[in-house]
């Protein structure tokens, strides 16, 4: 009778471990697709991770000779940062000035992520960038005397995972510099392409 009840209750603590297992392991592989779809809805959405470049200015290079670039960080507010990672930020017609010794990016334009709200801030605010003093008086005084122009190049996540943009300082192209920049592109191109042939 012992030996009896004794295999009943073997038979029943079986069952239930394996029943307990079997829902352990679907509910690990369950937890699991979910954190595959988000990782893939992430990717699906562009978002940036540490080392990538998020958005180029190339108009920079068509209209100016970049004589030196400088990195400086971004003062970010809100959901900026996951706008950003998100490839919401452009660069064209944004310029840098130096006022009251701080170096202000005005006309980049930040739109609003997926799920921010209505009372987020301004898309197209003026942004301040955050270098060394030093670093900001030998540009106010190249600015000044020699004639240069500060253009944001890019702006990409560092290895640390922090938004950066590099700054150019610049030496605006005339139109017969424009016109010798896009010969020497052209010939580039078609050396490479009878390289190719051969």
């Given at each position: 009778?012992?030996?009896?009840?004794?295999?009943?209750?073997?038979?029943?603590?079986?069952?239930?471990?394996?029943?307990?297992?079997?829902?352990?392991?679907?509910?690990?592989?369950?937890?699991?697709?979910?954190?595959?779809?988000?990782?893939?809805?992430?990717?699906?959405?562009?978002?940036?991770?540490?080392?990538?470049?998020?958005?180029?200015?190339?108009?920079?290079?068509?209209?100016?000779?970049?004589?030196?670039?400088?990195e400086a960080g971004i003062e970010l507010r809100?959901?900026?940062?996951?706008?950003?990672?998100?490839?919401?930020?452009?660069?064209?017609?944004?310029?840098?000035?130096?006022?009251?010794?701080?170096?202000?990016?005005?006309?980049?334009?930040?739109?609003?992520?997926?799920?921010?709200?209505?009372?987020?801030?301004?898309?197209?605010?003026?942004?301040?960038?955050?270098?060394?003093?030093?670093?900001?008086?030998?540009?106010?005084?190249?600015?000044?005397?020699?004639?240069?122009?500060?253009?944001?190049?890019k702006v990409y996540i560092n290895n640390k995972?922090?938004?950066?943009?590099?700054?150019?300082l610049c030496r605006g192209k005339k139109l017969?510099?424009?016109?010798?920049?896009?010969?020497?592109?052209?010939?580039?191109?078609?050396?490479?392409?009878?390289?190719?042939?051969?």
């Amino acid at each position: 009778m012992y030996e009896r009840s004794g295999r009943i209750l073997f038979i029943l603590f079986y069952i239930q471990f394996n029943i307990q297992f079997n829902i352990n392991s679907l509910i690990l592989e369950v937890s699991k697709n979910i954190i595959l779809d988000i990782a893939k809805k992430k990717k699906e959405i562009g978002m940036y991770k540490s080392g990538d470049t998020v958005s180029l200015n190339r108009e920079a290079k068509h209209n100016y000779f970049i004589e030196d670039t400088f990195e400086a960080g971004i003062e970010l507010r809100g959901n900026e940062i996951h706008s950003i990672r998100e490839s919401g930020v452009n660069l064209k017609g944004s310029w840098i000035d130096i006022e009251n010794s701080e170096m202000l990016i005005k006309g980049m334009h930040i739109s609003p992520c997926r799920y921010s709200n209505k009372f987020d801030i301004d898309e197209n605010r003026e942004r301040k960038l955050l270098m060394h003093k030093n670093e900001i008086r030998t540009l106010a005084s190249k600015l000044k005397l020699d004639g240069y122009t500060l253009v944001p190049l890019k702006v990409y996540i560092n290895n640390k995972g922090k938004c950066k943009i590099q700054v150019g300082l610049c030496r605006g192209k005339k139109l017969y510099d424009k016109r010798e920049s896009a010969k020497a592109r052209a010939m580039d191109m078609e050396a490479l392409r009878a390289s190719k042939r051969v």
